[in-house]
């Protein structure tokens, strides 16, 4: 499978204009002579309208149905006729409820289909975070079937809860999509943000201990005084990672995803393995 991911610098609730640029780089995808198109994008939390966004959310919040067919729009523009899945992070108007979510996009000719929209579940609200006063948090943590294989989708925050890539592991996923906005703090002893370190550290516990492909989105750009840290990556089962994008800025990274490794690292190292058979016995413990 060939893997793209396009990390957005957005203009704060700027859909439209945001949704340009994207088409622009949607085009430069599709044009790509020596990759060809790309099967999957996956792009950040809040893409397309920025992150800290407080009470303008409901003005950027939009419901899924609308928010697929603007995304289906602008891949057909830029791509033609070429299919894609496309995951990326939207605020969602659900009938008067908003929540800050994740779609799972299949695009193919002029037909597009929702796969999946996950909504976030821990919603941060401490520090410079403010979610839970504008958002309501989601409810369902599942893996869904994708035409290359059995993925889950987790919002930032979600993936620091190790229950949660857990849960998406033993539900089959064999790979977990994240998009993510996560403002720069901290500076560990490398120099770089001491969140971007601990991110990676996650996520690579991550992928070893359930034998999962870790898509990470990370959004890009200043909002607030706060710079976004970027640092999309892609970390195969094993833990490796197989392409970054730097801090701040607006880039693509491109990766190439051999699902069978997902079976040969499970093999190597049975973890899952291992806890399906204890799993009844945890089940039970008070």
């Not at 939009?62 to 033609?80: D, K, L, N």
């Not at 002029?110 to 979610?131: A, C, M, Q």
């Not at 369902?140 to 190790?162: K, N, P, Q, V």
Request: aromatic content about 10%; overall charge negative; glycine content about 10%.
């Amino acid at each position: 499978m060939k893997l793209a991911i396009v990390q957005t610098k957005p203009h704060k609730g700027e859909c439209e204009r945001n949704l340009a640029l994207l088409g622009d780089a949607f085009a430069q995808l599709a044009a790509d002579e020596r990759n060809g198109p790309p099967d999957l994008v996956v792009l950040p939390e809040a893409a397309l309208t920025g992150y800290f966004l407080e009470g303008g959310v409901y003005e950027a919040a939009f419901p899924a149905e609308r928010m697929a067919e603007r995304m289906a729009q602008t891949w057909r523009a830029a791509a033609g006729d070429a299919p894609a899945e496309i995951a990326f992070g939207f605020y969602e108007n659900a009938a008067g409820t908003y929540y800050n979510a994740a779609m799972y996009l299949r695009v193919e000719g002029s037909e597009h289909t929702i796969t999946h929209v996950h909504r976030k579940l821990f919603l941060p609200t401490y520090g410079v975070f403010d979610e839970a006063r504008f958002l309501s948090r989601g409810r369902s943590l599942e893996a869904f079937d994708t035409r290359y294989g059995r993925a889950a989708m987790l919002i930032c925050e979600d993936a620091w809860h190790a229950i949660a890539p857990t849960i998406a592991a033993i539900k089959g996923a064999r790979m977990l999509v994240v998009p993510s906005a996560s403002p720069g703090r901290g500076f560990s002893g490398g120099g770089e943000p001491e969140n971007v370190t601990h991110w990676r550290s996650l996520l690579r516990m991550h992928a070893i201990e359930h034998g999962v492909f870790v898509i990470y989105a990370g959004l890009a750009g200043f909002e607030g005084g706060k710079g976004m840290s970027g640092s999309s990556c892609v970390i195969d089962p094993r833990g490796e990672c197989l392409a970054a994008a730097p801090l701040l800025g607006a880039h693509v990274v491109r990766a190439d995803i051999d699902w069978e490794e997902v079976d040969r690292a499970r093999a190597r190292l049975p973890l899952l393995g291992d806890l399906f058979a204890v799993l009844p016995d945890l089940a039970h413990v008070v």
